[in-house]
Nanobody
Framework: QVQLVESGGGLVPAGGSLRLSCAAS????????MGWYRQAPGKQRELVAD???????NYADSVKGRFTISRDAAKNTVYLQMNSLKPEDTAVHYC???????????WGQGTQVTVST
């Protein structure tokens, strides 16, 4: 079992910044990927960015150049720095953990990010 605790969502004006954090605890596999997904009302959940235990990152085209994902291996924590936020970034953001050898992914409870015009 893996538990994910997210923090850092909120309401910001367009052009503003937010930093999301997600701390993982429980059974942590050495080879793993942590990331952030988001789901806006009426839309499917989509990948925002993820990062492997080796530091390899992957970003959605819509956030490249604006968002940066990073992780602190010692704390089993992943961060998402979001800059130049746009109203279309408004969504519930979910932390995700998956690992080689695990039978399922794990998800956080979700944190709301709202960007006002």
């Amino acid at each position: 079992q893996v538990q994910l605790v997210e923090s850092g969502g909120g309401l910001v004006p367009a052009g503003g910044s937010l930093r999301l954090s997600c701390a993982a605890s429980g059974i942590i596999f050495r080879v793993n990927t942590m990331g952030w997904y988001r789901q806006a009302p009426g839309k499917q959940r989509e990948l925002v960015a993820d990062i492997t235990n080796d530091g390899i990152t992957n970003y959605a085209d819509s956030v490249k150049g604006r968002f940066t994902i990073s992780r602190d291996a010692a704390k089993n924590t992943v961060y998402l720095q979001m800059n130049s936020l746009k109203p279309e970034d408004t969504a519930v953001h979910y932390c995700n953990y998956r690992a080689l050898g695990m039978s399922r992914d794990y998800w956080g409870q979700g944190t709301q990010v709202t960007v006002s015009t």
